[in-house]
């Protein structure tokens, strides 16, 4: 064989490993959304530095806490109600790595907007307001009767995800859900 064409072939064949590869770690997976928290209807004990059975310790982690994927780098959670528009939650998102202590990645105010669920009387938060920030986070499409979109990035390492609703009496909706998806 001569030297010509044995460099094609060894470029050929370097092209198609090449192409193989980047193939191999494209990651187009889709992941579903799933629920944080459902049709929450009064608050939640709060986390307390000492109250038995609500401390910030892994053995009192909350049972509505989720588990989440270990191949899940950023998080996205959105907020829906039912009763009426221009109600509000408070939030606060706790992180759990295995044994460790609840860690606050973020709190806030999410606002009912007009946008449905499907259920009449059902609506998407269209607002979200960050109040108290710990981790790397960004609202989306925070536009009046859309869906707004909590982002969280850099949770890697993370295995549990806890969201604590509040429901203030001066809007008072009847209830409270959240749903998340990772990438």
């Known amino acids: 064989m001569n030297k010509d064409k044995t460099y094609a072939i060894v470029l050929i064949a370097m092209v198609f490993l090449c192409l193989l590869c980047a193939a191999w770690f494209v990651d187009t997976r889709q992941e579903p959304w799933i629920p944080l928290r459902t049709a929450v209807t009064a608050d939640d004990t709060a986390l307390a530095a000492a109250t038995s059975g609500y401390t910030f310790a892994f053995a009192d982690k909350p049972s509505s806490a989720v588990r989440i994927p270990s191949t899940w780098n950023s998080v996205d959670i959105y907020f829906?109600?039912?009763?009426?528009?221009?109600?509000?939650?408070?939030?606060?998102?706790?992180?759990?790595?295995?044994?460790?202590p609840a860690l606050l990645l973020t709190s806030g105010v999410a606002t009912l907007g007009l946008a449905i669920t499907g259920a009449t009387t059902t609506f998407y938060a269209d607002t979200i307001t960050e109040t108290d920030v710990h981790a790397v986070s960004a609202v989306t499409d925070s536009a009046v009767n859309r869906v707004a979109v909590l982002h969280l990035t850099s949770v890697r390492g993370l295995q549990w995800l806890y969201c604590e609703i509040d429901i203030p009496a001066s809007t008072q909706m009847a209830s409270a859900s959240c749903e998340m998806t990772g990438y």
């Not at 829906?80 to 939650?89: K, L, P, Q, R, S």
Request: no cysteine; charged share 30%.
């Open 80 to 100: 829906y109600g039912a009763d009426a528009n221009d109600e509000t939650v408070n939030y606060k998102i706790y992180g759990y790595k295995d044994n460790g």
